[in-house]
């Protein structure tokens, strides 16, 4: 957990040095202040999408240190050997370059997809699931993962996070600032007094709310996406059973926030909490493959 703690911090950290001297250059270099809108515009593009987009690019190196992830170079076992070339067999159908695979320790159920670009990704599947899943089940998961990668479900999630960052930074101020403004009734000088502040803290807060709302729609609906993707390189059978095995430890996730949203099994939420989980319930995803047209699978049986 330490170790977790850890990195985290230290990812974030270098992400506000880095995202700090880019401010600075703008503001001594080039002379852009935070007094207009065009300058807070180019502020939050700034923060934003640079925060997006560094974590994107650090995604796999993150996920490999904070989970612990084994990396298979050379198979040590027959299972290893399986899961590499059940991936790259997938990777082929789907039309991506192979990804990186690996295993980490976690006691549930659960698999993850992430990296920069389709051709440069990581896949990992914990010890739980090869314990508790047979191959039919574990193919499946790993299709689904796959199709992950080739959705480009990552890069997409980091733009439309960078978009929702740069609206919630824009937003919060230029209103903060009408309000400050009638509040203050044109304050001479023209400076910003401690309401302005007050008020867009508490709209970042707001804004921040339903941004991510809007964000963990996507992550569901990219769920749903990704089943769809496994059924086809598996076979909806096999991906409909993954799921059903998947209900034993779902809701369970030892993964670290970075990469949560890309596990197959997502935090449980019931009513409203719902708009905030970054997977649609277990059940729904079910019917979903049950509902939808039978496509012909392009994965083999396999079974343990």
Known sequence: MFKRIALFLATNLAVLVLLGIVMSVLQNVFGIRLGNNGAILVMAAVFGFGGSLISLLMSKWVAKKSTGAYVIEQPRNETEQWLVSTVRRQAEAAGIGMPEVAIYDAPEINAFATGANRNNSLVAVST????????DEAEAVLAHEVSHVANGDMVTMALIQGVLNTFV????????????????????????????????????????????????????????RADAGGARLAGRDKMIAALKRLSLTYGESTLPNQVQAFGISGAVGHGLSKLMRSHPPLEERIQALIDAPQERASGSAMVR
């Open 128 to 135: 739980g699931l090869i314990r508790a899943m047979t191959r």
């Open 169 to 224: 930074l824009v937003a919060a101020r230029i209103v903060g600032g009408w309000i400050d403004t009638m509040m203050s009734g044109n304050r001479e000088g023209g400076g910003r007094g401690l309401f302005y502040f007050v008020t867009v803290f508490a709209l970042d807060i707001v804004f921040g709310l339903l941004a991510s709302m809007i964000a963990m729609a996507f992550s569901r609906y990219r769920e749903f």
